[in-house]
């Protein structure tokens, strides 16, 4: 009795630390993808994966995910997550503000492939206009609507590649689009853009315990239980 006892306890101490080793976490210039939850955070606010929003319009996102805290993003916030990738911001929400990268091959990586890593690519593109390899691009629609016209501008990041069709290489970029220029409304849908939502986290929670914690917690339960039976032996 006292060995499957022990057999129990352990087994059980064994799929409680495992249950956290599940998740693969990926991080790139401060942010951490949890690929189980399909979430992207920098320890203060979170990105849900644009691609998870993949053919969503704006209004469809929010009635989904708008019940756990989750807000469409806005101009500023874009600004600040490419600004960590090294990235120009958009200075007014009429105005498109591109970085084009370096092309590099596919043995390579760099930040325009971090962060499609990170977001979920929305579609890829192959020849025609597009690199051979293929292109590799993550889309969202964001809240740009600051003055009011009902239209919402968008994201995108682009690996880039080489085009042999026109003999030209397409460099990677990342742009902001105004939304004069990549114009959308609440009810809109495309099958290659997500949906930009962002939440914050709030910062005085109760700890929660780590793994560790909880073998040790698990293995002085384990303890004491043999003790007792010693005892009573």
């Not at 401060?30 to 399909?38: N, R």
């Not at 220029?181 to 609440?186: A, D, Q, S, T, V």
Request: with cysteine; glycine share 10%.
């Amino acid at each position: 009795m006292k060995f499957k006892f022990l057999q129990a306890a352990s087994a059980s101490l064994m799929m409680s630390v495992c249950g956290f080793s599940n998740a693969t976490l990926i991080t790139h210039n401060g942010y951490t993808l949890d690929t189980d939850t399909k979430i992207v955070s920098n320890g203060v606010v979170e990105w849900l994966q644009w691609s998870e929003t993949k053919g969503d319009s704006i209004d469809s996102a929010l009635a989904l995910n708008g019940g756990d805290g989750w807000t469409l993003a806005n101009v500023q916030h874009m600004n600040g997550l490419f600004g960590n990738f090294g990235w120009a911001p958009s200075i007014d929400e009429n105005i498109d503000a591109t970085t084009y990268g370096v092309y590099t091959p596919a043995t390579t990586t760099d930040n325009f492939d971090h962060f499609i890593e990170l977001f979920g690519y929305t579609y890829t593109c192959v020849g025609g206009q597009c690199s051979d390899e293929p292109d590799y691009v993550t889309r969202a629609i964001i809240g740009y609507d600051l003055d009011g016209d009902l239209k919402y501008g968008g994201a995108v990041v682009v690996n880039g590649g080489v085009n042999s069709t026109y003999s030209s290489i397409r460099d990677p970029r990342a742009t902001i689009f105004s939304d004069n220029e990549f114009f959308w409304h609440r009810s809109d849908t495309y099958s290659r853009s997500g949906i930009a939502l962002i939440r914050e986290i709030p910062q005085l929670t109760s700890s929660v315990p780590e793994p560790s914690t909880l073998a040790i917690f698990a293995l002085g339960m384990i303890g004491l239980a043999s003790r007792r039976f010693k005892k009573q032996a």
